[in-house]
T-cell receptor, first 116, second 114 residues
Framework: AQKITQTQPGMFVQEKEAVTLDCTYDTSDPSYGLFWYKQPSSGEMIFLIY??????QNATEGRYSLNFQKARKSANLVISASQLGDSAMYFCAMSFLIQGAQKLVFGQGTRLTINP | GAVVSQHPSWVICKSGTSVKIECRSLDFQATTMFWYRQFPKQSLMLMATSNEGSKATYEQGVEKDKFLINHASLTLSTLTVTSAHPEDSSFYIC??????????FGPGTRLLVL
């Protein structure tokens, strides 16, 4: 079965520092996708970054990068030069195909707080 | 970019009433729409997957008679919580997907059943 694990319930970081949010996953499927979403207090899910299981290079999107270590089944999110507006819940998710339908399974989330 | 809307954003209702939540893809046609539920301080849990013109596929443990899903067009899916009770109070989020692309999430609907 597919499973996503985020072991950090909460993280506190000083503004302008880099932060790494951990995510490990478990699947026996060779083809899958890994996502990170940001959920501010308003509740909307904001897509941050995507990594395909066959992608050779780590994904980057502005200040976000995904440290993809396939052998270790980890997909950590790195946020460089953190800002106060980065304070939010962050969810790691994995997409997989089951019975012809693509589904997303989410981790438990990490609450990131950026201190001024 | 792809935009998904939900209506209403907030709903408060009395126990025993039914509540309908709409999910619309505004600038694209979605092949598939998904409904999630999120309790406070918890993660998103997939409730059901719906494709236009066909019956929704519900996840294990989700009562299909309780949570009615209608996917009438490529841009609209509705979730009806029938005979709502306080334990149905939650944050409901829909998402829409184009084939070969990621899911785009709506802003969510907060339901409070008194």
């Amino acid at each position: 079965a597919q499973k996503i694990t985020q072991t950090q319930p909460g993280m506190f970081v000083q503004e302008k520092e880099a932060v790494t949010l951990d995510c490990t996953y478990d699947t026996s499927d060779p083809s899958y996708g890994l996502f990170w979403y940001k959920q501010p207090s308003s509740g909307e899910m904001i897509f941050l970054i995507y990594q395909g299981s066959y992608d050779q290079q780590n994904a980057t999107e502005g200040r976000y990068s995904l440290n993809f270590q396939k052998a270790r089944k980890s997909a950590n999110l790195v946020i460089s030069a953190s800002q106060l507006g980065d304070s939010a819940m962050y969810f790691c998710a994995m997409s997989f195909l089951i019975q012809g339908a693509q589904k997303l399974v989410f981790g438990q989330g990490t609450r990131l707080t950026i201190n001024p | 970019g792809a935009v998904v809307s939900q209506h209403p954003s907030w709903v408060i209702c009395k126990s025993g009433t039914s509540v309908k939540i709409e999910c619309r893809s505004l600038d694209f046609q979605a092949t598939t729409m998904f409904w999630y539920r999120q309790f406070p301080k918890q993660s998103l849990m997939l409730m059901a997957t719906s494709n236009e013109g066909s019956k929704a596929t519900y996840e294990q443990g989700v009562e299909k008679d309780k949570f009615l899903i209608n996917h009438a067009s490529l841009t609209l899916s509705t979730l009806t919580v029938t005979s709502a009770h306080p334990e149905d109070s939650s944050f409901y989020i829909c998402s829409a997907r184009i084939v070969g692309e990621t899911q785009y999430f709506g802003p969510g609907t907060r339901l409070l059943v008194l």
